[in-house]
């Protein structure tokens, strides 16, 4: 699999949306039913962060907010999908921790560049390579922090595809989807592309094949996540030791 950095577009060539339409979409999609998605084009930077300022304002951490080169999309998501994610991030921590490494989780963190005219969120990412960089910062600042080691997304509602240009070029160099069977490792190539792999760099012993069952638990939306921490961490710990990754 691989995908390619979108072309740029002259913003010369871009309609500007008028304020109260700014305004309108800002508005609406603090409405967005779980599960849906609004996008609008002719969006320059002020744009891009007068929705965002407008999120903050009403005290929301949700939709999740994508722009690239023009285009913003909003977007909410459902029970599944927040469980999924919920779950394979608690793997992700309890293998960290059972194999004695740090990391510094980030959520949803809001990533953005003025100078790419790009920005996303998440559904999970993690520091593990670049955690000492990034340590202590309470406010990052792109052009000159790294991006997140790794990002994860859920695909259980619409496909990641779309969005993967603008991970690639804002510099993520690996990207996890699961999409309800199968979890994908995605790791960023020297030419801008994405390329599957069977292990990852930010994590690169994590049991990608064990993921699927215990991700089953919580999609049948009746396992407490505490048994599937303890299940996950009473497997980890029945495997033969080995050295962890530097």
């Not at 029970?79 to 490494?101: C, D, I, Q």
């Not at 020297?190 to 990852?200: I, L, M, N, T, V």
Request: negative net charge.
């Amino acid at each position: 699999m691989s995908t390619a950095v979108a072309e740029p577009v002259d913003p010369a060539a871009r309609a500007e949306p008028a304020p109260s339409l700014l305004a309108g979409f800002a508005e609406l999609m603090l409405k967005l039913p779980p599960g849906r998605s609004l996008s609008l084009s002719g969006v320059d930077w002020a744009g891009y962060e007068y929705v965002l300022a407008a999120r903050d304002a009403a005290g929301r951490q949700t939709p999740r907010l994508f722009y690239c080169e023009g285009v913003l999309e909003a977007m909410t998501t459902g029970n599944l999908h927040e469980r999924l994610k919920k779950a394979l991030a608690l793997l992700v921590e309890s293998w960290l921790a059972e194999t004695g490494r740090d990391y510094l989780p980030s959520g949803a963190l809001t990533v953005r560049r003025e100078d790419r005219e790009q920005g996303f969120e998440p559904d999970e990412c993690y520091y593990v390579q670049n955690r000492a960089r990034v340590a202590g910062l309470r406010n990052l600042n792109f052009a000159v922090d790294p991006p997140p080691d790794l990002v994860i997304e859920v695909e259980v509602s619409r496909s990641a595809e779309p969005r993967l240009p603008v991970y690639a070029g804002l510099g993520v160099p690996e990207v996890w989807r699961y999409d309800g069977t199968r979890l994908t490792v995605l790791l960023l190539q020297p030419d801008g592309a994405y390329r599957e792999s069977p292990a990852g760099r930010a994590i690169p012993d994590f049991p990608l094949a064990e993921v699927p069952r215990f991700l089953a638990m919580a999609a049948s939306l009746e396992t407490g996540y505490g048994v599937i921490d303890r299940e996950f961490r009473a497997w980890v710990r029945s495997l033969p030791p080995t050295t962890p990754p530097g």
